[in-house]
């Protein structure tokens, strides 16, 4: 058009906002924090619960989506959680633990005896079945580290053991015990609006544990052991010590499991615990964390625990038939591992999108200097 004046491309972005002119590096910030968000243990467990809550909203629309089916899978979430936690904990440290579920059975077993037959008061059973707990765990541990021999096995044999203790004290048949109402509030009474105490629990330890891995020494040296025993053990981590610890906590949380349990049943019987070895395994990989160790997120087990019950809770209100339960488990445990697989990858190796480099350095670069422009205008 005549008489208009054309500026050239640079001076036209020289000329441009500040605001605008921070656009950029915006983008960079935003498209780096997706790719980390990608990266972290979490992000497969919350698409389990988002995609699982719509499709079982659309098959039971009228039963579902309500208070009553949201305490019931708090409910299965909690218990299976508490001891998927200490799974989490001693898989991201690189080892297994298949004894968990005979453990709760056995620790349930003696805090019903100390409080039915010598009379002890419900706190003080729960702590010395918690010690019990840890005991068989330091046990497990000891023989990893003692005799090298690994972790899978020895759990192995001593679930058997420890379940068929179980099924010889009891003579195969449930054993009964009064429970005082003030301790049932306190470990599996109701809360708030219905949902239960041990939900609480459940969540209270999940935050525990978290501060633990992320925050704490133990933690630290928890994940180096996971990603390279060898290597960790040259930095001057106590490999070994560090393992019997953390087998140790994860027997007490499945002992911490039991005790919830004889609280909202009063009872315990041969087969208290069975199965929940594999599904706190299930648990922790649906939660993002490798069965190869090293990586791995206490949120995401909680996230999976919550999935679980979710599964089990909507297949009841949807009609289907029992059996889906264990085959869509397996489904979504084979798809969590084969997801996290190939999110690590392609996001790890991802290239530049929309022209922006997008590997940490540039982002924490960007982030540095939005943050020096923004001081300079409040100044």
């Keep these: ?88 904990l001693l898989m991201i440290c690189g080892h297994f633990d298949l004894s968990v579920g005979a453990v709760l059975g056995l620790t349930s077993y003696i805090c019903v005896v100390l409080m039915r037959d010598f009379g002890f008061n419900p706190v003080s059973a729960s702590l010395i079945a918690v010690a019990a707990g840890a005991a068989l765990g330091a046990i497990n541990g000891y023989m990893v580290v003692r005799f090298r021999i690994h972790s899978f096995v020895v759990t192995l044999g001593t679930m058997l053991i420890w379940r068929g203790v179980l099924i010889a004290l009891t003579g195969g048949f449930p054993m009964t015990v009064d429970i005082p109402p003030s301790f049932r509030a306190a470990m599996a009474g109701p809360l708030l609006s219905g949902f239960r105490m041990s939900m609480l629990w459940f969540l209270l330890i999940g935050v525990a544990c978290t501060f633990l891995l992320s925050r704490m020494k133990l933690g630290n040296w928890i994940q180096a052991r996971g990603q390279n ?53 299930a648990v922790s990989v ?25 599964i089990q ?21 084979v798809g969590a591992v084969i997801l996290n697989t190939l999110i690590s990858k392609r996001m790890s190796k991802s290239r530049p999108m929309s022209g922006y480099r ?17 001081e300079t205008r409040k100044g």
């Design 1 to 88: 058009m005549a008489g208009q004046v054309i500026l050239p491309i640079r001076w036209r972005e020289a000329t441009m906002s500040d605001e605008a002119a921070q656009y950029p590096a915006r983008r960079i910030i935003y498209a780096e924090a997706i790719r980390r968000f990608m990266l972290r243990p979490e992000a497969t467990s919350i698409a389990a619960v988002v995609i699982l809550f719509v499709l079982f909203s659309l098959m039971a629309p009228q039963l579902f989506p309500t208070k009553i089916t949201y305490i019931s899978i708090m409910a299965i979430a909690a218990e299976l959680g508490v001891v998927s936690i200490g799974a989490t």
């Design 229 to 281: 025993e060898n290597a960790a053990r040259n930095l001057g981590v106590p490999v070994d010590k560090v393992t019997i610890i953390v087998f140790s906590i994860c027997s007490a949380l499945a002992a911490v499991a039991g005790i919830i349990q004889v609280a909202r049943f009063g009872s315990v019987d041969a087969l208290r615990g069975e199965g929940f070895e594999l599904q706190a395994v």
């Design 286 to 310: 649906i939660g993002g964390t490798l069965l190869s160790g090293g990586y791995g997120s206490v949120v995401g087990t909680i996230l999976g625990a919550i999935t679980f019950g979710m």
């Design 313 to 333: 809770v909507g297949l009841v209100l949807a009609g289907a038939p029992g059996h889906l339960f264990k085959t869509l488990t397996g489904i979504i445990v």
């Design 358 to 374: 997008r590997d940490s350095s540039s982002a924490d670069a960007a982030i540095k200097a939005q943050v020096v422009t923004t």
